[in-house]
T-cell receptor, first 111, second 117 residues
Framework: DAKTTQPNSMESNEEEPVHLPCNHSTISGTDYIHWYRQLPSQGPEYVIHGLTSNVNNRMASLAIAEDRKSSTLILHRATLRDAAVYYCILREVGYGQNFVFGPGTRLSVLP | GAVVSQHPSRVICKSGTSVKIECRSLDFQATTMFWYRQFPKQSLMLMATSNEGSKATYEQGVEKDKFLINHASLTLSTLTVTSAHPEDSSFYIC?????????????FGPGTRLTVL
């Protein structure tokens, strides 16, 4: 799996948008970009994934750079419940490999 | 979305005893399940890949005789920590893949916190 780099930590104020960056300069053409998050003492939770086009779902939006070497997870209005570690992971579709977790970004949301 | 459960959610045991952790896929059949370990303030580390009906594949540095994995059915994989010691205290997380899912997404269990006294 190609490597990703994320900031170790970020802070946001409640009800403000949050942009979580991820760099993946060695991404291959068949790598999907996945985002998971892990709340304290819980297993990882799926957030969103995409290949080339920007994606939106009820939890977040994923903005993918045109060259696909970076992406940004966007939480439109952070809540206290969004405080978690966010992981950006690359994986080929259908390749049958597991997810390789980096250290992720620890997001703190301030009231 | 698909649901993966783990049991127990928390276990405390004495050093030298064995502990079994169950991972179940509740609404799909999982041919492949993964076991991860997570120490405090660290990321998830893959321990082994569990394939239904065959032997598990262990990551480098993980003792297969200490961490016994059984994937006897398409909805259940078990991890047994044998002769547990305090250094085995960790958060153990399983995940399962739904082969019918075209994206091969993994669904994670809620984790099991093991404390060895």
């Amino acid at each position: 799996d190609a490597k990703t780099t994320q900031p170790n930590s970020m802070e946001s104020n409640e009800e403000e948008p949050v942009h979580l960056p991820c760099n993946h300069s060695t991404i291959s053409g068949t790598d999907y970009i996945h985002w998971y998050r892990q709340l304290p003492s819980q297993g990882p939770e799926y957030v969103i994934h995409g290949l080339t086009s920007n994606v939106n779902n009820r939890m977040a939006s994923l903005a993918i750079a045109e060259d696909r070497k970076s992406s940004t997870l966007i939480l439109h209005r952070a809540t206290l419940r969004d405080a978690a570690v966010y992981y950006c992971i690359l994986r080929e579709v259908g390749y049958g490999q597991n997810f390789v977790f980096g250290p992720g970004t620890r997001l703190s949301v301030l009231p | 979305g698909a649901v993966v459960s783990q049991h127990p959610s928390r276990v405390i045991c004495k050093s030298g005893t064995s502990v079994k952790i169950e991972c179940r896929s509740l609404d799909f059949q999982a041919t492949t399940m993964f076991w991860y370990r997570q120490f405090p303030k660290q990321s998830l580390m893959l321990m082994a890949t569990s394939n239904e009906g065959s032997k598990a594949t262990y990551e480098q540095g993980v003792e297969k005789d200490k961490f016994l994995i059984n994937h006897a059915s398409l909805t259940l994989s078990t991890l047994t920590v044998t002769s547990a010691h305090p250094e085995d205290s960790s958060f153990y997380i399983c995940s399962a893949r739904n082969p019918r899912d075209s994206y091969n997404e993994q669904f994670f269990g809620p984790g099991t916190r093991l404390t060895v006294l």
